[in-house]
Each structure stands twice: as C-alpha cells, then as structure tokens.
C-alpha cells in the first residue's frame, strides 16, 4: 500500500517549547484517523507541518510521497485543509468564496454549486459571509477543504459550532471521503462522538504520541473494565446484592438499578452466574468503556512514568 502521510521522528520547536516531539507515524488511502490530546498538545503544528507551512525541526515528513515545504503545486492541490478557526471574507458570499477557492485549487467547473448542495448551503449561496451562523461558516469551512476532491484531508476541530444532526453529517461526509480513497486525519476534543467514525486514534500529550491504533486495540491494552449495569424488578436492588453475595462491588444507581465494573477476566463468569435460574434482575447493559475513560488511562499512565 502506498502510504500517503509518513512522519519519522518529527520535532517541531518554538525556542524552548517543543509543540512537537519526535512523532512517528503512517497513514494509508482509505484511513480516518483521529488525532486528539489536550489544549497545546500539538495537534495543530502537526497539521501545520503535513501542510507546509511549518518545517521541522528534526525528523523528515512526507505527504503524498513528497517534503510538503518543498512547495510543489501539484501535491499541495491535492491536500484539503479546515482551520481551527475558519476564517472568510464577511463581504463575499459563499459562492463567490468556494468559486475563489476551486480556482486556485483547480476544482472541477462548477464544483462550488454541488458542494454547497452537499453541505445543505445552496439556500444561504448568495448571501454574503458576514450573515452566516457560525455552523454555517463552518460548514462552509469544510466545503472549501473538499475542493477539487483531496486526496488528504486535514480537519482541526471540525465538529465545533455543529449541532448534533449536522455533526452525524458531516461523519457521513467523513464515510464518503474515505469510500473514495482520502486519508483523512481529524483533531477533536468531542472525543465520545469520534465512536464508530474512526480507524484509529494518535493520542499526542505535550508533544508525544503517547498511543497509537483503533479504539478496539487500545481498550485491549488498557484493560479497562466494562460496566455491568443490571436492573432489578422494582426496589430489588438489595435482593439482587444479597444474591451476587456480599463481595460484589456494587454501585446504587437508584433503588431498581445497580451497577458494577467487570474487567476483561471476570465479565465472563460474572455473566454466566447472572445466566442462572433465579437470578434476580429484568434486564442488563454491558457499557464498554467510553474513549473518554480511555483516553484519561493513556494520559494518566505517561503520567505516571
Ligand atoms: P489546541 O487544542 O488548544 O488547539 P493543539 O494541540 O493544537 O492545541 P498547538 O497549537 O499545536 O496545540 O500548540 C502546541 C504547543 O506549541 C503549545 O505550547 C503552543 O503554545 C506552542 N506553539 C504553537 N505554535 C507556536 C508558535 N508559532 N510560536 C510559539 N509557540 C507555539
């Protein structure tokens, strides 16, 4: 496979501050990768470096088989880029601004009408920028980044200003960039809508890549226990305790509900003795844990070293 981003050993100092250091990492066509980590983790300067507006300061970079500072027009068209904060002309409208953008993207004749049509802004088209709502501008944001269809698609927080049926949009957009082949690497802090929408997940603190690989793969090796949540019939909370014996770690949820962690190793006996004739309880949820609580285990264990 033809790796389209390609990062060895990047570091990136300002003076004293490393924004980013020693990061290694590969993405292939077709990949949706969340980059996530803390206010001034780095994110952003390591978008900056895949676009070439920074350099590194050690370690070598590739984005499409080519030094994205080397300045070559061809690569950098096929790049698509969204802003933390998008930030447009207030007099244009947006027509005239995607029109502006696909020209010096070289898009496709007329492709400014279909993106608006996407991003559900064909009725706000020709109203000035100035107007726009800020999920609007940022919808607007993401049209530009799709221009001329890239074959990389850098997003920096591009959920923020959406609300939630615009959100579930714009992972269906994300769904559609990767059927055609984009690598698509989005930063995010919103990091319990990212489930189900990502193939893997670089979680950064303080400049480090502290984790790296699908949500799956990390909740393996963080061996987070899952919650049992269990729901008695009415006020059955203390049979069901007095069942499952005193050393159940129990939570009351409220007088119907209760609730227990259950590592990897003990869900299974736990749920075969709940399988059992007479078991006190109407029904049950097994939560996995959330990539928030994953996340908090990465960065308490780099923490901790
Ligand atoms: P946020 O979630 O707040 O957007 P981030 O993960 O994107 O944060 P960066 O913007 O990459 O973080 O910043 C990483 C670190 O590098 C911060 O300490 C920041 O202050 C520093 N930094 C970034 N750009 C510069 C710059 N041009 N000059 C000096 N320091 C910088």
Same mark, same amino acid.
């Given at each position: 496979?033809?790796?389209?981003?390609?990062?060895?050993?990047?570091?990136?100092?300002?003076?004293?501050?490393?924004?980013?250091?020693?990061?290694?990492?590969?993405?292939?066509?077709?990949?949706?990768?969340?980059?996530?980590?803390?206010?001034?983790?780095?994110?952003?300067?390591?978008?900056?470096?895949?676009?070439?507006?920074?350099?590194?300061?050690?370690?070598?970079?590739?984005?499409?088989?080519?030094?994205?500072?080397?300045?070559?027009?061809?690569?950098?068209?096929?790049?698509?880029?969204?802003?933390?904060?998008?930030?447009?002309? %207030? =007099?244009?409208?947006?027509?005239? &601004?995607?029109?502006?953008? #696909?020209?010096?993207? +070289?898009?496709?004749? /007329? !492709?400014?009408?279909?993106?608006?049509?996407?991003?559900?802004?064909?009725?706000?088209?020709?109203?000035?920028?100035?107007?726009?709502?800020?999920?609007?501008?940022?919808?607007?944001?993401?049209?530009?980044?799709?221009?001329?269809?890239?074959?990389?698609?850098?997003?920096?927080?591009?959920?923020?200003?959406?609300?939630?049926?615009?959100?579930?949009?714009?992972?269906?957009?994300?769904?559609?960039?990767?059927?055609?082949?984009?690598?698509?690497?989005?930063?995010?802090?919103?990091?319990?809508?990212?489930?189900?929408?990502?193939?893997?997940?670089?979680?950064?603190?303080?400049?480090?890549?502290?984790?790296?690989?699908?949500?799956?793969?990390?909740?393996?090796?963080?061996?987070? %226990? =899952?919650r049992l949540r269990?729901? &008695?019939?009415?006020?059955? #909370?203390?049979?069901? +305790?007095?069942?499952? /014996? !005193?050393t159940a770690r129990?939570?009351?949820?409220?007088?119907?509900?209760?609730?227990?962690?259950?590592?990897?190793?003990?869900?299974?006996?736990?749920?075969?003795?709940?399988?059992?004739?007479?078991?006190?309880?109407?029904?049950?949820?097994?939560?996995?844990?959330?990539?928030?609580?994953?996340?908090?285990?990465?960065?308490?264990?780099?923490?901790?070293?």
């Open positions: 496979m033809t790796l389209t981003l390609e990062l060895n050993a990047v570091t990136r100092s300002y003076g004293r501050i490393k924004a980013v250091d020693g990061i290694s990492f590969s993405a292939g066509p077709g990949e949706v990768i969340a980059l996530v980590g803390h206010n001034g983790a780095g994110k952003t300067t390591l978008m900056k470096l895949m676009l070439g507006l920074a350099r590194p300061s050690a370690g070598s970079i590739a984005v499409l088989g080519q030094d994205p500072a080397a300045g070559d027009a061809a690569v950098r068209r096929r790049l698509g880029y969204l802003p933390e904060t998008v930030s447009f002309h %207030p =007099a244009l409208t947006g027509r005239e &601004t995607l029109r502006f953008y #696909a020209r010096l993207k +070289r898009g496709r004749p /007329g !492709e400014e009408g279909a993106l608006l049509e996407r991003l559900g802004l064909t009725h706000a088209a020709d109203r000035r920028i100035g107007t726009y709502s800020k999920g609007m501008r940022q919808r607007l944001g993401l049209a530009q980044a799709m221009i001329g269809t890239p074959a990389v698609l850098l997003l920096d927080e591009p959920t923020t200003g959406l609300d939630p049926e615009l959100r579930q949009q714009f992972y269906v957009i994300v769904r559609e960039m990767r059927a055609a082949g984009a690598t698509v690497l989005l930063s995010s802090h919103a990091l319990n809508e990212l489930e189900g929408h990502i193939d893997r997940v670089v979680i950064l603190n303080r400049g480090h890549k502290i984790a790296d690989g699908s949500l799956d793969a990390l909740r393996h090796i963080a061996r987070l %226990p =899952a269990l729901r &008695t019939a009415q006020g059955g #909370a203390q049979d069901l +305790r007095a069942w499952m /014996g !005193e129990f939570r009351h949820v409220n007088g119907d509900i209760v609730e227990f962690d259950a590592t990897p190793g003990d869900k299974a006996a736990f749920l075969r003795r709940l399988a059992t004739a007479g078991a006190p309880f109407e029904d049950i949820d097994i939560v996995p844990p959330g990539f928030d609580e994953l996340y908090a285990h990465f960065l308490g264990e780099e923490a901790s070293r």
